[in-house]
T-cell receptor
Framework: NAGVTQTPKFQVLKTGQSMTLQCAQD?????MYWYRQDPGMGLRLIYY???????DKGEVPNGYNVSRLNKREFSLRLESAAPSQTSVYFC????????????FGQGTRLTVV | GENVEQHPSTLSVQEGDSAVIKCTYS??????FPWYKQELGKRPQLIID?????GEKKDQRIAVTLNKTAKHFSLHITETQPEDSAVYFC????????????FGTGTSLTVIP
């Protein structure tokens, strides 16, 4: 039981390049989330998926797209990376019932130069 | 949407002293308030949570209090130890569809041996 797994752990991109961050959970959770973490700004929600087949914007969705490929996987895509997207990205998941613990992946440190 | 404010942003205490971190929230519909601890380079992990039908919850050296009228909640760590040094995040959730968590900006706690 691996929990929430993110790949890659580190990535350096050039401005304008694209990439996809992968996230998978093996806990049969319904809801999945992508956050970015920047110094002094906490964790800000980029996109979330309440259930398989649905996705919604969070607080800071501009410059990102997501895909809920199936119940296990939720990917985050940067179509044209910008230096402002340099951050640590965390994927998280929550069981069906509300108001319970969110389980986080180990994070992806992305640098855009 | 919900706005969660967290203070202080940094906190240093002597080993054995107590530490208190405070958060306020804006959405009166929020009813779940977790606290996460993030060690350097690691993922956030839940340490304690409280629901709106409870005013206080304790788990060994950690306690959380909630004042729904004033819309604030606090984390109390007693008898601090060096291993308590980390960044702590508060969060609030309404438990609605999507179960979005809104995080505070974090408190960096340093326990001085």
């Amino acid at each position: 039981n691996a929990g929430v797994t993110q790949t890659p752990k580190f990535q350096v991109l050039k401005t304008g390049q694209s990439m996809t961050l992968q996230c998978a959970q093996d806990m049969n959770h319904n809801s999945m989330y992508w956050y970015r973490q920047d110094p002094g700004m906490g964790l800000r929600l980029i996109y979330y998926s309440a259930s398989e087949g649905t996705t919604d914007k969070g607080e800071v969705p501009n410059g990102y797209n997501v895909s809920r490929l199936n119940k296990r996987e939720f990917s985050l895509r940067l179509e044209s990376a910008a230096p402002s997207q340099t951050s640590v990205y965390f994927c998280a998941s929550i069981p069906r019932q509300s108001n319970t613990e969110a389980f986080f992946g180990q994070g992806t440190r992305l640098t855009v130069v | 949407g919900e706005n969660v404010e967290q203070h202080p942003s940094t906190l240093s205490v002597q080993e054995g002293d107590s530490a208190v971190i405070k958060c306020t929230y804006s959405d009166s519909a929020s009813n779940y308030f977790p606290w996460y601890k993030q060690e350097l380079g690691k993922r956030p992990q839940l340490i304690i949570d409280i629901r709106s039908n409870v005013g206080e919850k304790k788990d060994q050296r950690i306690a959380v209090t909630l004042n729904k009228t004033a819309k604030h909640f606090s984390l109390h760590i007693t008898e601090t130890q060096p291993e308590d040094s980390a960044v702590y995040f508060c969060a609030a959730s309404t438990g609605n569809t999507g179960n979005q968590f809104y995080f505070g900006t974090g408190t960096s706690l340093t326990v001085i041996p």
